[in-house]
């Protein structure tokens, strides 16, 4: 089963605090893994993506942090704000026959309290 | 540049009618990824065209089927719809199969079957 699976299904974070959303996977056939954005009504956007070969990415307040050994790949919002609220989904990729395939986890609703 | 177009945007529907979904990728982009997104199920791959060729698809019924013109625009569609097809579907559109680029989404497709 290529399943992806994210934690927590839902968070609460006070401005300038630090979200952090969780995911783990099982097939060793993902090799890329991008986390996504979305708001209310719009379709996800990329937020930042990272390989297996490196162990963390920085990109503004936004963090990957991954564990291959493990697994596990997490995403940090330092400082969250207020226009961070939105759904975040993390993904992986594979390659399947001459395509790609992205498989998403359930998603974690972020509300950054004012 | 224009970003990835998908019409309708809402769309309500019988049971056992069948619909058509339309999605125009963003220019230059050939490969175009289609995703039902559901509060149950979350963000589930449907299929992926490239070349007007299906390179990939989800575990999905036949009822689900989709098709790419010369120009790369995908339609996809359902047939004798059942209530539990409510869902948004999305279209991300890429510049081809195979690599780690980017998927853009649209708005998407809200879908109602009542």
């Known amino acids: 089963q290529q399943q992806v699976k994210q934690s927590p299904q839902s968070l609460i974070v006070q401005k300038g605090g630090i979200s952090i959303i969780n995911c783990a996977y099982e097939?060793?056939?993902?090799?890329?893994f991008p986390w996504y954005q979305q708001f209310p009504g719009k379709g996800p956007a990329l937020l930042i993506a990272?390989?297996?070969?490196?162990s963390e990415k920085k990109e503004g307040r936004f963090t990957i942090s991954f564990n291959k050994s493990a697994k596990q790949f997490s995403l940090h919002i330092m400082d969250s704000q207020p226009g961070d609220s939105a759904t975040y989904f993390c993904?992986?990729?594979?390659?399947?026959?001459?395509?790609?395939?992205?498989?998403f986890g359930s998603g974690t609703q972020l509300t950054v309290l004012p | 540049k224009a970003g990835v177009t998908q019409t309708p945007r809402y769309l309500i529907k019988t049971r056992g009618q069948q619909v058509t979904l339309s999605c125009s990728p963003i220019?230059?982009?050939?490969?175009v990824s289609w995703y039902q997104q559901t509060p149950g199920q979350g963000l589930q791959f449907l299929f992926e065209?490239?070349?007007?060729?299906?390179?990939n698809k989800g575990n999905f019924p036949g009822r689900f089927s989709g098709r790419q013109f010369s120009n790369s625009r995908s339609e996809m569609n359902v047939s004798t719809l059942e209530l539990g097809d409510s869902a948004l579907y999305l279209c991300?559109?890429?510049?081809?199969?195979?690599?780690?680029?980017?998927?853009?989404f649209g708005q998407g497709t809200r879908l109602t079957v009542v």
């Open positions: 993904a992986a990729s594979r390659k399947a026959g001459s395509a790609r395939q992205l498989t």
């Open positions: 220019s230059g982009h050939r490969s």
């Open positions: 991300a559109s890429s510049l081809s199969p195979g690599l780690n680029t980017e998927a853009f």
């Open positions: 097939n060793t056939a993902f090799d890329y």
């Open positions: 990272i390989r297996p070969d490196v």
């Open positions: 065209y490239f070349s007007e060729t299906q390179r």
